[in-house]
C-alpha cells in the first residue's frame, strides 16, 4: 500500500470510528483498501477472509485470556506445564510500582494487553529508565480494541510484566519459531530472526524443508535456518495448545535446547494482510471449517 493510499485509509477509519460504525463495516473497509476487492462475510473463502470472519464473530472478548500475557500463562501450564513458561520477576498495575534498582542486569518489560508493548533490556546500565516509563505508560493508556478493532482484547486489564531475558548463548539473534495450527493441526513454521530493531522471515514445512517465499520482499530472510534439535517437540508442544481452536498461531523459542512459550495469536496482522506465499492464501483458507 502506498504512502498516500495508507493516509487515505487511516483518515477513512478514523472518520468511521468517530461516528460509531460498527466493527463489520470498519472490517469492510480495510480489507478493501488492502486487496481492493469487496469482503464477503457470508461465504468467505481465503485465509485473510477467513480471519476476519473469525475476528469479528467468534474469538471475541471471551477469549481474552489467551492473549493476556499474564493470564495465558494458567492455560498454557494447565495444557503442556509449567516447565515451557519463561519465569517472570514481577506484574504490575502501574508503572510506578516498578522499583528499577530491583530489577536484574537483563529482562523485558512487556504490556499485558496488546502486541508490540514491548522494552527489551539486555543490560540495564545503557537503559533510559526515564524515557521508558513514559513509554510504558503510553502503553498502559492504550486498548488494543480500538485502534486495531480485535475485540479479544477489549476487555483486557492492562499491566506491566517483569520476565526473565532470554539469552541464546550471548547472540541477542534470537529465533522466534511461529506454528500455524489448523483444528489442532501445524501446518507450517513462520521462522522470524531479530537483529536489533530490524527482523526478517522464511517458512519451513513441518519437516524442514524451506518453503517458496518472496525473495525480493525486503523482509526475506535469505540464510539457511538451522534445523532445531526439538522441532518434533515444539510441534507437538504447537498443537497441544492449538487445540479445540479452528486457527491459531503458537510462538515458540528454542533456547539452549530448551522450549518457551511465547504468545498465542488468533490474527496475524490482524487479518489485514495477505499470507506473503500467495498459494498459501487459498490453500489455508481452505483448511478453516468455520461454522457457517
Given amino acids: 500500500m502506498n504512502f498516500l493510499k495508507r493516509k487515505s485509509l487511516q483518515f477513512y477509519l478514523k472518520f468511521l470510528s468517530v461516528f460509531n460504525f460498527s466493527d463489520v463495516t470498519i472490517a469492510k473497509v480495510k480489507y478493501y483498501y488492502k486487496t481492493n476487492d469487496r469482503l464477503d462475510l ?6 485473510m477472509e477467513k480471519i476476519t470472519w473469525l475476528k469479528l464473530f467468534l474469538y471475541t472478548e471471551r477469549y481474552g485470556y489467551l492473549v493476556d500475557k499474564y493470564e495465558v500463562r494458567n492455560y498454557v501450564e494447565n495444557k503442556i506445564g509449567k516447565v515451557y513458561l519463561n519465569e517472570i520477576i514481577d506484574v504490575y498495575d502501574d508503572v510506578d510500582e516498578i522499583n ?10 512487556k504490556g499485558t494487553h496488546g502486541s508490540g508493548y514491548n522494552i527489551i533490556v539486555p543490560d540495564k546500565s545503557l537503559l ?17 480494541y480500538y485502534k486495531y478493532g480485535e475485540r479479544i482484547y477489549k476487555d483486557i486489564k492492562p499491566r506491566i510484566i517483569a520476565e526473565e531475558y532470554l539469552d541464546q548463548l550471548g547472540n541477542d539473534n534470537i529465533v522466534d519459531y511461529k506454528f500455524y495450527c489448523f483444528h489442532g493441526k501445524s501446518e507450517c513454521i513462520w521462522v522470524k530472526t531479530f537483529h536489533g530493531d530490524k527482523h526478517r522471515n522464511c517458512y519451513y514445512s513441518l519437516d524442514w524443508k524451506r518453503i517458496e517465499y518472496d ?3 525486503i523482509d ?9 534439535s526439538n522441532l518434533d517437540e515444539m510441534i507437538e508442544v504447537a498443537e497441544k495448545l492449538s487445540k479445540g481452536f479452528i486457527f491459531i498461531r503458537v510462538d515458540l523459542y528454542s533456547i539452549q535446547g530448551k522450549i518457551y512459550f511465547g504468545e498465542l495469536t488468533f490474527f496475524p496482522w490482524g487479518g489485514n494482510r495477505r499470507l506473503t506465499i500467495e498459494a498459501l492464501n487459498k490453500e489455508y483458507g481452505d483448511l478453516m471449517l468455520l461454522p457457517i
Avoid: G, H, S
Avoid at 457470508?42 to 485465509?47: D, G, H, Q, T, Y
Avoid at 528499577?100 to 518489560?109: A, S, T, Y
Fill in 220 to 228: 526475506y530472510l535469505p540464510k539457511e535456518m538451522e534445523k532445531p
Fill in 42 to 47: 457470508k461465504n468467505p473463502v481465503e485465509f
Fill in 128 to 144: 533510559d529508565w526515564e524515557d521508558a516509563k513514559k513509554k510504558l505508560k503510553k502503553f498502559l493508556r492504550k486498548n488494543y
Fill in 100 to 109: 528499577i534498582k530491583e530489577l536484574p542486569q537483563k529482562f523485558v518489560l
Fill in 215 to 217: 525473495t525480493n520482499a
